[in-house]
């Protein structure tokens, strides 16, 4: 023992094997003679209180080196001990500890430090104290050395703390990695929970993980040989930089697949099974089925085993036993057809042995152990799709165990278990399955709690579950609630499996349910736009709160303007009424559309599909609209409270006000001449139209999100009726199903990543009381909401509508004849005319069909294969009944002018037309379809599908349609003066009027639109 400077004791230290320091601190050791030797003054000591360690490269086995000193110190200090009386006072010395004192710290603060200590300045210094903070500091694992030693001053002892940190990491490099990507070890290394990162405390027990990790990472991706090794560098004054040097070796491919002993099914089917290992090519082929080897992964050949042994007990092999797997590796060699290069890298020829065993078929299924008086035979068996006598498949027999299974779990049996037990009779090649069921114990719900949901009040939630605490537990009404729940678009997308946490308490029988909530963003505010076949070009704002003041209520504010739109909407919608499951809402409305295809799509003013020909005979207006619209609606949870999904029932009423403003004569003929409208007694049958309009609706969701669905089906079916007031009477029945599946390749699969969605769609529309349906309630098909290709409103028949037009009266030389030669202000000589002109007023009947195959591509960002079809057409001739007024305006004035003296046209006649319009022939009943490809982008600003998408229409109206006169050849030509100027305008009229349409829809298309089919 000595003394340093200021009466510090420095007490002796006894190295260790491979630089393990130990230090201890004596108690009376002024009774140890000086030239006692090392080991015995160190057993003489009384109390160890510290060890400083310094882990190095060898760090390891110096502390075990340490650790075998320490045991050996100790045993002969007991054995001192034993042979001497110890001094006093072992729990205390009467030394008053004064502030400790830390050197060595760099990043972690002295405070943190003294904290971890439990010694403490005023109380009495103890060695065994001492000991416990060494102990602390050690093992908090921010160290690699620790030493504490005792320092005497004026009036109490302090205690210094020599730390030394270890050193942080600055920087990971990787040297040579080329297969896989850095972002890709990132997330294996987050997976792993390996816990080496920047500004991570340097370890290197986790630096080898690392390289382990890495390894495999790299053998997935086909390079089994790959070798990686670490460089360290320092970087003063603490810090380390980790470079992870990788050498991948040669790229390892999946060669030759074989099988040995299959005899019953061949090669290229067990092949087929193998996902992870058969090559890529076209599935079902025979040259280009093994196009592109799969790259090799060991880790995945199992999975593959066990995929072939179910290819066998899918079809009644129940006894089959894939051997393990024989690998052989060679270079690959041959060339390349593609690259037209030599191949390189290794190959891995797999073989796998087989014994097939026999083939059996299903004698029973039998259930022992349950009870009778809560479920039957029948119903056990009737979750099992399979026949007795079919060959036995597996795969068909685990489906219906977990049918059974979630059959005890809607009765509350949550921990049931079922055993099934194989007896096979070898002379039948039969097998009988005897399902031991256990069903436990029935649980009830006892707490039904929340989380995440800082905005939604509890009840909002509370009152879309089917289950209520106290219940018994039901996994359906659980799965259920939260399919309500995912429809209500107020949280992110919740999974039973992933969302949902039970607890539960087999004592008791009560199980405790927790739903881990995500909430989406209540508010939405911001700016909308783009272009679509209905709006043509659009900019406008708009405010939607889908949960105002987290009660589930609906506020929302559009203000949308464009060159064929104007919209301003307020609305407001309460889902819970009094706290009772009816919905009510309001909105109220200003609206003006020009329904005009030959401006929808195109930026210059025109459609490319249609011709100017063509777009002249569409129907084109503007609808100016302003109403109020209110609605309710209610659940049918008693009637279907076991079904899958929502059922509601409800009823709106619409009151609106329009004004039709047409674009050309066809359109204003089409409004002034259908029945559609009551009580018109001026020829203004474009202004004034009163719409009072009830509409009952059913609607069945089972849908799992509202926006972008991946798995589920809805049905809607609603009747708009209009007459209860108003000046329209019709009826109009739309009836829709949806059905979203989720795929995973080609195959159906409840994990599958891709969507296969489809949609069918019944509309009708019918006046009544001997009125027609306005024109603009009638179907219209075309467009992106129904079928791409074409443009919208386009695809409907055509029909012959008669009008009366003022045909100028010309001489041979070109010239008009004018009405006066001596007074040219009168204008020309014009003769009245009855003419058949061909026009789009819709169907009265639509059906509509959509196949779409979705390939989620990043989050927001979709490919998508489809194909639209429809067929709209006129199935009620009385639909397109004229009124009294526009049967009149035609029939009333005289046509033609077979004499003309002194600016007089005389000799003119009355002329009677059918009371209905009629359809053109070929233009009914024509189906169109659509095939394409379509990349669809969701911006969050415009919250709106940006969509681009090609279309190719194999299925369209080519049709070259005579016109039609609305007098034989003669009389027509009566109508004209018999003279030359006559003679000429009669030619001139029939060439114009009597040429025949062309009707060619487009054969494809590609166009950007913003909006959704369905």
Request: positive net charge.
């Given at each position: 023992?000595?003394?340093?400077?200021?009466?510090?004791?420095?007490?002796?230290?006894?190295?260790?094997?491979?630089?393990?320091?130990?230090?201890?601190?004596?108690?009376?050791?002024?009774?140890?003679?000086?030239?006692?030797?090392?080991?015995?003054?160190?057993?003489?000591?009384?109390?160890?209180?510290?060890?400083?360690?310094?882990?190095?490269?060898?760090?390891?086995?110096?502390?075990?080196?340490?650790?075998?000193?320490?045991?050996?110190?100790?045993?002969?200090?007991?054995?001192?001990?034993?042979?001497?009386?110890?001094?006093?006072?072992?729990?205390?010395?009467?030394?008053?500890?004064?502030?400790?004192?830390?050197?060595?710290?760099r990043r972690y603060p002295k405070e943190s430090i003294i904290a971890r200590l439990f010694s403490r300045q005023g109380s009495q210094y103890d060695p065994a104290t001492v000991e416990r903070d060494f102990n602390s500091l050690w093992n908090s694992g921010f160290f690699e050395s620790v030493q504490i030693e005792k320092a005497e001053g004026s009036g109490c002892t302090q205690l210094i703390v020599y730390v030394r940190e270890k050193p942080t990491i600055g920087e990971i490099n990787y040297k040579g990695l080329n297969a896989v990507t850095v972002s890709d070890v990132l997330e294996r290394d987050k997976k792993a929970k390996v816990g080496v990162s920047v500004e991570s405390q340097y370890d290197p027990t986790k630096i080898k993980r690392k390289e382990v990790i890495l390894k495999q990472l790299l053998a997935e991706h086909g390079h089994q040989f790959a070798t990686v090794r670490t460089e360290v560098k320092t970087i003063p004054p603490a810090r380390v930089a980790v470079t992870f040097i990788v050498k991948e070796g040669p790229t390892v491919k999946v060669g030759k697949i074989g099988f040995k002993g299959n005899e019953r099914i061949n090669s290229r089917t067990l092949r087929a099974a193998m996902k992870n290992s058969k090559p890529i090519g076209i599935p079902h082929s025979i040259i280009l089925e093994d196009l592109f080897a799969r790259t090799f992964d060991a880790t995945k050949l199992d999975e593959d085993v066990e995929r072939v042994r179910m290819v066998y007990r899918e079809r009644g092999y129940f006894k089959v036993q894939p051997g393990e797997p024989l690998t052989k590796v060679r270079d690959s060699g041959g060339f390349n057809i593609f690259t037209m290069h030599p191949t390189h890298g290794k190959r891995i020829d797999i073989e796998i042995p087989l014994e097939e065993g026999s083939r059996y078929k299903l004698e029973a299924i039998k259930f022992t152990g349950y009870d009778k008086t809560v479920v039957n035979t029948n119903a056990l068996r009737a979750q099992f799709a399979e026949k007795d006598g079919d060959y036995f498949n597996a795969t068909v027999f685990g489906k219906g165990l977990e049918n059974l299974r979630k059959a005890y779990g809607s009765l509350g049996f949550i921990n049931m278990a079922a055993v099934p037990t194989p007896t096979f009779d070898e002379q039948k090649k039969t097998i009988t399955l005897t399902i031991d069921i256990d069903a436990g114990k029935r649980f009830y719900v006892s707490r039904i709690e929340f989380s995440g949901n800082t905005i939604t009040r509890d009840r909002v939630i509370r009152r879309e579950l089917m289950l209520e605490e106290g219940q018994q537990y039901n996994n359906q009404a659980w799965e259920n609630s939260i399919l309500r729940l995912n429809q209500l678009n107020y949280f992110e997308t919740l999974k039973a499996d992933q969302d949902s946490e039970t607890r539960t308490n087999n004592d008791e029988g009560t199980v405790d349910l927790l739903l881990k909530l995500k909430e989406k963003g209540k508010n939405s505010i911001g700016l909308n736009g783009g272009l679509s076949g209905l709006s043509g070009s659009f900019i406008g704002l708009n405010y939607e709160t889908n949960n105002f003041l987290g009660l589930g209520e609906t506020l929302s504010v559009v203000a949308n303007i464009g060159d064929l739109s104007r919209n301003l909407t307020f609305g407001f919608t309460e889902p819970y009424l009094r706290n009772k499951p009816i919905s009510v809402g309001f909105q109220v409305f200003a609206q003006k559309y020009d329904y005009n295809p030959a401006k929808s799509y195109a930026a210059a003013g025109a459609s490319q599909n249609l011709s100017n020909a063509q777009q002249s005979l569409l129907t084109n207006y503007n609808q100016s609209s302003t109403g109020l619209t209110l609605s309710a609606s209610t659940p049918l949870r008693h009637v279907f409270k076991h079904a899958v999904g929502i059922t509601r029932v409800g009823v709106s009423y619409a009151l609106s006000r329009s004004n039709i403003t047409t674009f050309n004569e066809n359109t204003r003929n089409v409004f002034e001449t259908l029945n559609y409208r009551s009580g018109l007694q001026t020829s203004n049958a474009l202004g004034g139209i009163i719409s009072s309009i009830i509409t009952p609706s059913f609607t069945y969701s089972s849908v799992d999100r509202a926006a972008g669905p991946h798995s589920g089906r809805d049905f809607n079916l609603a009747i708009q009726v209009a007459g209860a007031g108003g000046n329209v009477k019709y009826f109009s029945p739309v009836a829709s199903f949806r059905q979203f599946y989720p795929m995973k390749g080609l195959r159906i699969n409840r994990e599958g990543h891709n969507v296969l969605g489809m949609r069918a769609q019944l509309a009708h529309v019918e006046g009544f009381g001997g009125q027609v349906a306005p024109p603009f309630n009638r179907v219209y098909g075309g467009g992106e909401s129904d079928i791409r290709g074409f443009d919208i409103r386009s695809a409907t028949p055509y029909v012959f509508i008669p009008t009366r037009v003022q045909f100028n009266l010309t001489n041979p030389d070109g010239s008009t004849v004018p009405r006066d030669p001596s007074n040219n202000t009168l204008g020309n000589a014009q003769i009245p005319l009855p003419i058949y002109r061909l026009v789009t007023v819709g169907g009265d009947t639509s059906f509509t069909g959509n196949l779409e195959y979705r390939i989620p591509i990043v989050s927001q960002v979709t490919f998508a294969f489809f194909t639209d079809f429809n067929l709209t057409f006129n199935a009620v001739p009385s639909q397109l009944q004229q009124s009294v007024l526009g049967a009149a305006s035609l029939s009333s004035p005289l046509y033609g002018c077979s004499n003309f003296v002194n600016g007089a046209c005389t000799g003119g006649k009355q002329l009677s037309f059918p009371t209905r319009l009629q359809t053109a022939p070929g233009t009914n009943f024509v189906p169109r379809m659509s095939n394409g490809v379509e990349f669809q982008v969701v911006l969050p600003i415009v919250n709106a599908p940006f969509r681009l998408f090609y279309a190719y229409n194999p299925l369209r109206l080519y049709e070259t349609l005579p016109q039609k006169l609305a007098t034989d050849a003669a009389t027509f030509q009566s109508f004209f003066p018999n003279s030359a100027a006559g003679r000429y305008t009669y030619a001139q009229a029939l060439q114009f009027y009597g040429a025949d349409y062309i009707l060619r829809e487009p054969r494809k298309t590609l166009r950007l639109s913003v909006s959704t089919t369905f």
């Open positions: 023992m000595r003394k340093g400077a200021a009466g510090r004791r420095v007490y002796p230290s006894f190295m260790g094997s491979e630089g393990v320091v130990i230090k201890t601190v004596e108690q009376g050791v002024a009774n140890v003679p000086e030239h006692q030797p090392r080991q015995e003054r160190f057993s003489s000591l009384h109390r160890l209180i510290g060890v400083s360690r310094a882990i190095g490269s060898r760090g390891t086995t110096g502390l075990a080196a340490a650790a075998v000193l320490l045991c050996g110190t100790a045993t002969t200090g007991i054995a001192k001990a034993q042979a001497a009386p110890a001094p006093a006072a072992s729990a205390g010395t009467g030394e008053i500890l004064c502030a400790p004192q830390v050197v060595g710290n």
